[in-house]
């Protein structure tokens, strides 16, 4: 139910915003930490390797700031939800590590980056999202790509981003669909924290599944009779 509510709420965010004009002209960055390791590496360096070690550096960094809090797993209580989904959130903002709605934002920027038009755009966007696993059960593409046909019936050809006469038409229709889905700047921010909310809970339940199946594994294995609670257990051990 919580991943359900998390892919739910990260549609609303993105499915309308990632469409506009504005999103899919910024260099994302998950596309700019690939030319800054490039940068730095130094000649000869292989720009792949640097972008990987800046991601192990970054893992590593997690680990040593997880390991300083004691969380515990219980997806049922909202406070330990908040207090995990609080650190989760403290720790990527002091390594610069972005959340999982900005991962999916800068991953469908990027890809649309070189597209030569609003339709590809949109295509590789809803290809991406598909990819990833984020549901559109609110029909938002439904609706960008019926305005888009609207908007590129209007001025008789494909719309491209330098059309200016056309984006301007583009955008009132995006404006037209937030609207009419009741959507606008505070609420895509609220649904982000609630899609990051409901997600910290989706982790939680998954640590204590896999909590679970590992103790009952080992009672099997050696043939134990006692009862462990997950919600007992010192995660930081096992990092």
């Known amino acids: 139910m919580a991943a359900a509510l998390g892919r739910r709420a990260v549609s609303l965010c993105r499915s309308v915003r ?3 004009a504005e999103g899919a002209a910024l260099r ?3 596309y700019r930490s690939f030319i800054a390791a490039g940068k730095t590496g130094g000649d000869g360096d292989d720009v792949v390797k640097a972008a990987f070690v800046n991601q192990q550096q970054k893992f590593r960094a997690f680990l040593e700031e997880l390991s300083k809090t004691k969380l515990e797993v219980d997806p049922g209580s909202e406070a330990s939800v908040k207090k995990y989904y609080d650190t989760m959130a403290k720790i990527r903002g002091s390594i610069g590590v972005p959340s999982f709605t900005k991962k ?3 991953l469908l920027e990027a890809a649309a980056e070189e597209a030569p038009d ?3 755009i949109l295509e590789i966007q809803r290809s991406l999202r598909r990819e990833v696993g984020i549901e559109d059960d609110i029909g938002a593409d439904e609706l960008t790509f019926a305005a888009l046909d609207k908007v590129e019936k209007s001025i008789g050809k494909r719309l491209v981003k330098d059309d200016a006469n056309g ?3 583009w955008k009132k229709e995006l404006d037209q669909i937030n609207q ?3 959507l606008s700047p505070d609420s895509l921010e609220q ?3 609630e899609a990051e909310h409901a997600l910290a809970k989706a982790e939680l339940e998954d640590l204590k599944n896999t909590a679970v199946e590992n103790i009952e594994t080992y009672k099997r294995r050696d043939e134990l009779n006692v009862d462990v609670d997950p919600k007992e257990l010192d995660y930081r051990a096992y990092l």
């Open 104 to 106: 999916i934002s800068n």
């Open 191 to 193: 649904l982000e924290e």
């Open 167 to 169: 984006m301007s038409l």
């Open 28 to 30: 994302s960055t998950f």
């Open 118 to 120: 609003v339709r590809s």
């Open 18 to 20: 990632s469409a506009s």
């Open 180 to 182: 009419k889905l009741g």
